[in-house]
């Protein structure tokens, strides 16, 4: 059974600083996600990673994915108060790359203090 | 282009009733996926419709059903409500595995 496991699972962080989301999966995958939530609000698509040691950018985050080491990284650079929210990845079983079936992490919590 | 559609917003209901959701996904999008959101068990997958036949089911009870319609709009029917049904329930279309587009959810309360 595919698990996905994220840490740290709440991350109280100042602004300006640096930090570092983990996902862990238990077997092979084709594609990894990352998706926020705001407080109330539904999921939005940030990055899809398709390939080892893909790397992603946008504004202050960037995802990267060793499929090796069955990790994806979530890096937050120099954090702002709008960077708060929910922070999800989300795998989908090899093969099975073109359904809707994700399997996702419980969510990791980011909170950024002014 | 417009986004994923889910009526109603909210919905108030009491154990033993049934309940139909509804999801238009993106033009265009023929995969349509549903979830479940709770506080407990994080998001988990109910099931996936693609041109009107169901392509993959999570593990849920049979009292979870759904099925879509050659618009590719697609309905959820939960029957004998229970409690632990009160979720946040959201639709995502998908076109050629470039990944899920969330609808605002459904948020059902079982009182």
């Known amino acids: ?47 899809v990673l398709l390939s080892n040691g893909a790397v992603k950018q946008e504004g202050r985050l960037m995802a990267s994915l060793d499929t090796k080491a069955r990790l994806s990284t979530l890096h937050i650079t120099a954090a702002v108060h709008d960077l708060s929210a929910t922070y999800f990845c989300a795998v989908d079983l090899a093969g099975s790359s073109n359904t809707g079936k994700l399997i996702f992490g419980q969510g990791t919590t980011l909170q950024v203090k002014p | 282009k417009a986004g994923v559609t889910q009526t109603p917003r909210y919905l108030i209901k009491t154990r033993g009733q049934q309940v139909t959701l ?24 109910l099931f996936e419709y693609f041109s009107e036949t169901q392509r993959n089911k999570g593990n849920f009870p049979g009292r979870f ?11 959820m029917n939960v029957s004998t409500l ?14 050629q595995g470039r990944g899920l587009f969330f609808g605002s959810g459904t948020q059902l309360s079982v009182l």
């Open chain 1, 1 to 47: 059974e595919l698990k996905v496991e994220q840490n740290p699972l709440f991350l109280s962080m100042q602004e300006g600083k640096n930090y570092t989301i983990y996902c862990n999966y238990s077997t092979t995958s084709d594609r990894l996600y990352w998706y926020r939530q705001d407080p109330g609000k539904s999921l939005e698509s940030l990055f």
């Open chain 2, 22 to 45: 509804s999801c238009s996904p993106i033009s265009g999008h023929r995969s349509v996926s549903w979830y479940q959101q709770t506080p407990g068990q994080g998001l988990q997958f």
């Open chain 2, 65 to 75: 059903s759904g099925r879509q319609f050659s618009n590719s709009r697609s309905e």
């Open chain 2, 82 to 95: 229970e409690l632990g049904d009160s979720a946040l329930y959201l639709c995502a279309s998908s076109y």
